[in-house]
Structures are given as structure tokens and as C-alpha cells.
């Protein structure tokens, strides 16, 4: 169970953090992710951490810009968004996947809107 918030309204140049907190599994074990869908597009992932190194990866449109963590002792994975851009806006949507997987569980979103 996945439970997104810290979403909202922002004017361009503005950040936004993120929190998914995660109950009902193993947090520790598993790659935490966050990916966003806007209007008519299909869902894209911005970024993930794996479960041991904090390893990450952005996509190319937001490195730079945002940054994601976890904090195992509270469940939870935060993406800090800085720098935001009207082309950021999309519901967000927070992931968890074992290994390398299909994502296993999904949060219901969280509504980012990047005004100009």
C-alpha cells in the first residue's frame, strides 16, 4: 500500500517534494520509483532508487532538477523537485518493484501542476 502527497500547484522556477509512504511490505527490499502520466500520454517513469546503495536513475528531462531519496526507518521515498517547468506537470504516481520486476505495487497519484 502506497500512499502519495506534497503535490499540488507551483508557477514555473518552483519546487515541489513529493512523500510516498509504504506499508504492508518489505520496504527495504524493494526499488522505489516514481513515474508521471499528463493529458493524452503514456506513463513515464522520472526516477528510481534500489533497495541497498541508493543507486538512481532520472530520466534525461529531469536530471538536474529533481532528486530522489528514501528513508527505510519511516517507509518512505521522497522525490524533491526543483527548477519546475510547465512541462512537469502530470499526476505522479510512486512505485515499488522486487528485483527487477514488473512494479508490484502502485500509489494512487498525486496531481503536480507547473503554471507559466
Known amino acids: 500500500h502506497l500512499v502519495e502527497s506534497g503535490g499540488g500547484l507551483v508557477h514555473a522556477g518552483g519546487s515541489l517534494r513529493l512523500s510516498c509512504a509504504a506499508s504492508g ?8 520509483g516514481w513515474f508521471r502520466q499528463a493529458p ?16 538512481t536513475y532520472y530520466a534525461d528531462s529531469v536530471k ?9 526507518a519511516k517507509n518512505t521515498v521522497y522525490l524533491q ?19 527487477l520486476g514488473a512494479v508490484n505495487y502502485w500509489g494512487q497519484g498525486t496531481q503536480v501542476t507547473v503554471s507559466s
Open 40 to 55: 493524452e500520454k503514456e506513463r513515464e517513469e522520472v526516477s528510481c532508487i534500489d533497495s541497498n546503495y541508493g543507486r
Open 64 to 72: 538536474g532538477r529533481f532528486t530522489i531519496s528514501r528513508d527505510n
Open 25 to 32: 511490505l518489505s520496504f527495504e527490499h524493494y526499488y522505489m
Open 81 to 99: 523537485m526543483n527548477g519546475l517547468k510547465p512541462e512537469d506537470t502530470a499526476v505522479y504516481y510512486c512505485s515499488a518493484t522486487f528485483g
